[in-house]
């Protein structure tokens, strides 16, 4: 009986296995397309293609740790004990055979290492069950379940959650092989959304398909229709706009490229141009916030407007944190009718731009009412004048006041007007700001607001109307910065206009064709020292009407055609000049007009100083080369020097004022008058006037004679009784 027992057991065992068995095989069979990868990146070999749909042959497959800069080897064989080299180079078909121990993060790039994916994705290999399936292009809708097992949606809804990849294969028989989406879908974050090159998804008008997943369909056009396309965050690093179909071609894809960004501002993702020239324009919404628009490279990602009226890249208001970078953007045949601009922006705060070339717009850059604003390394050429504030490099402007502004290693070169235009910032800041060639001013800071500013590490060089420019701006800094202006006539290098309580350090003006540095329009209270000034055709350094309590010191002046440093006012009405003393060598310190009589201070002179005074009574008019006296009577009129040394001031004043004429006193060296100090009086009712230069520029010799001519005009007269006038002048001297 046992055995019988035994036996059934037996029997009844084999067939439940065999049921079993069959079992198996029937669901197996009946299975929707599955196809195992647990060891392989991809089956049978991994795949990658470029841009145009072709393999990628010698594309490259780095190899990392999740999560980390670490490399992380990939195997040749299943086994997982024959290391591939990091990266893998694919052959001529784009394949290699690829296998994966545990989670590993890749980066695809091709043979000259242009990112093809970026690193933000972990894949699986050994160990994972990772299935793949392949909808039927021919259904209607793939957002829907057709009842026929071979939808997008029926594939997500099977998988659940498991680790799978949905692939859509490029079957068609004709050049595209379109999946239709007239039902919104969403792709969990499981899934992976694989497409053959061919394979497109059209998304109906109405429908949204959300991507979570990673998402597979290199460079080239992936979604069609006119429905939306979004990506979850993380589920790409980039969106590309061949995606949508754009392409540098020369064609318009304005629209095309409008709907990528839609797609990377949902995804939090960069809109990423790879090399080529696109021809198209941006327009960001109040809700792109948080954008990146990113090239490859300055010189090989190019958007060119060509004939699109519009300005290429626009923020409207309200647009805040979007960051511009790595490209260039150019009008090379647009509309230039003085609304035209590369980047435009209005009230959007927290922009960066950076690593650009920009030329060709009415102004390349043009920024309204912005706060906190960041730009560097920025070329910026060519801007084309039409009318108002247009022909800049870069304008940016606030109704108010902006705060935030940093413009650092940047060029502004060959625009018709002003290299850089800031007008209304709060605090502004340049570092390493180069304006040349440009057709007005080189770089021009309006505050209007009393705001203060910080400049350092600039130049300006050749620009048509002056180097820089400054006007209505306190308690600012300026250092280390060099202008010249060779072109034009009578062009300064530095102009300060109601610029106050400011410090200017390591300011050098050369070869400007008219004052080196001008202080004009009651700029007070600035500080200056190691100036140079050298081979200006006008002054060094010119000090206007109205300019006072200003400091020099250790100014550098060589090679003017006037003076190193002149004061144009000196009223008894105009505030002190105090001369702290001449500092040895080609240095500087500032003067006053006290009184009749010029003080000049010993303070820091290296040497001996000395003042000579000079009289004459009754100037005569129309008189040539006459002399003053060295008393106030008739008597000798020269001095003879102890030992040798240099004029370094002088002065003159009247006892009353002048009604017509002109008069012109100078120094005297052995009888030689010297223009380097001439004075000249001319203007109603000025009594008082005084030059000074450098120590050394007019030197004397041991047993040298110094004395003062002057000369006056037929016109000359004065309001005094009788048209008689009396004069007393000065001439401070240092020894060596």
């Not at 318009?252 to 020239?277: C, E, I, N, R």
């Not at 021809?279 to 090239?295: C, K, M, P, V, Y």
Request: hydrophobic letters at 35%; a negative charge; proline letters at 3%.
């Amino acid at each position: 009986m046992a055995k019988i027992i035994k036996k059934n057991w037996f029997i009844l065992f084999w067939v439940v296995g065999v049921v079993l068995l069959l079992a198996g095989v029937f669901y197996i069979a009946s299975r929707p397309y599955p196809a195992q990868a647990g060891a392989l990146l991809t089956y049978p070999k991994f795949r990658a293609w470029d841009s145009d749909g072709n393999p990628l042959s010698s594309g490259k497959l780095y190899s990392y740790q999740p999560g980390t800069t670490s490399a992380k080897a990939t195997y040749s064989n299943k086994a997982c004990t024959t290391a591939n080299a990091n990266p893998v180079v694919l052959d001529s078909n784009g394949e290699a055979f690829v296998y994966l121990l545990g989670p590993t993060k890749l980066l695809l790039t091709d043979s000259d290492d242009v990112q093809i994916w970026a690193p933000s994705q972990s894949f699986n290999g050994i160990g994972q069950n990772v299935t793949s399936y392949e909808p039927d292009y021919q259904e209607a809708d793939q957002g829907a379940d057709s009842g026929a097992s071979n939808t997008v949606k029926y594939f997500v809804d099977t998988i659940g959650t498991d680790k799978s990849t949905i692939l859509l294969r490029h079957n068609s028989g004709v050049s595209e092989t379109p999946y239709t989406f007239a039902t919104a879908e969403t792709i969990p974050s499981n899934i992976t959304l694989m497409l053959e090159p061919g394979a497109k998804l059209d998304i109906d008008s109405g429908a949204t398909l959300t991507i979570n997943g990673p998402f597979e369909a290199g460079l080239r056009q992936t979604f069609s229709g006119a429905g939306v396309v979004r990506f979850g965050a993380g589920s790409v690093s980039r969106v590309y706009p061949q995606w949508w179909g754009v392409l540098p071609d020369g064609t318009d894809d304005s629209t095309a490229a409008g709907l990528a960004k839609d797609a990377a501002v949902a995804s939090g993702a960069a809109l990423f141009f790879p090399p080529g020239t696109y021809t198209l324009s941006l327009s960001l919404d109040a809700d792109d916030d948080n954008l990146t628009i990113e090239g490859a490279d300055q010189k090989n990602t190019i958007i060119d407007a060509k004939d699109n009226a519009t300005d290429t890249i626009s923020l409207a208001s309200g647009c805040n944190y979007v960051t511009i970078k790595n490209l260039s953007i150019a009008n090379s045949g647009g509309t230039n009718d003085g609304t035209h601009y590369g980047i435009y922006s209005t009230n959007a705060a927290y922009a960066v731009l950076k690593d650009l070339t920009i030329s060709g717009y009415n102004n390349n850059i043009h920024i309204e009412a912005t706060n906190t604003l960041e730009i560097t390394r920025v070329y910026s050429s060519g801007a084309v004048f039409a009318a108002g504030e247009t022909g800049h490099g870069l304008y940016v402007s606030h109704a108010t006041a902006g705060t935030g502004f940093f413009l650092t290693d940047s060029h502004f070169v060959g625009n018709d007007k002003t290299g850089v235009v800031l007008e209304n910032l709060e605090q502004p800041n340049l570092d390493r700001v180069e304006a040349l060639t440009n057709g007005e001013y080189g770089i021009h800071i309006d505050g209007a607001n009393n705001s203060s500013f910080m400049v350092s590490n600039c130049s300006a060089d050749t620009n048509t109307s002056g180097g820089i420019l400054i006007e209505d701006m306190h308690q600012g800094s300026m250092s280390n910065v060099w202008v010249s202006s060779s072109s034009g006539t009578t062009i300064w290098g530095l102009y300060l206009k109601t610029v106050k309580n400011s410090t200017f350090t390591g300011i050098s003006a050369y070869n400007c064709t008219g004052h080196g540095i001008l202080l004009g329009t009651t700029s007070t209270g600035n500080t200056f020292s190691a100036i140079s000034v050298v081979s200006n055709t006008l002054n060094g350094i010119y000090v206007d009407t109205g300019c006072y309590g200003n400091s020099f010191t250790g100014v550098t002046a060589n090679g003017n055609a006037e003076t190193g440093l002149t004061f144009a006012d000196t009223t008894a009405q105009t505030p002190n000049y105090l001369m702290n003393g001449y500092l040895s060598g080609n240095t500087v310190a500032q003067i006053t007009t006290q009184s009749k009589d010029l003080v000049i201070g010993t303070a820091g002179l290296h040497g001996i100083t000395s003042q000579l005074t000079f009289y004459r009574a009754n100037l005569a008019d129309g008189t040539a080369a006459a002399q003053f006296y060295v008393s106030t009577g008739s008597g000798n009129t020269e001095y003879v020097t102890p030992q040798g040394g240099s004029v370094i001031a002088i002065s003159v004043a009247l006892n009353d004022s002048r009604s017509a004429g002109s008069l012109d006193v100078r120094p005297a060296v052995n009888g030689v008058s010297d223009d380097d100090l001439k004075l000249t009086i001319d203007d109603d009712p000025i009594q008082y006037n005084h030059t000074s230069v450098l120590k050394g520029i007019v030197p004397f010799v041991a047993g040298d004679r110094i004395g003062w001519n002057y000369d006056t005009d037929a016109a000359w007269a004065t309001k005094g009784a009788g048209g008689s006038v009396d004069a007393v002048g000065n001439i401070w001297l240092i020894f060596n």
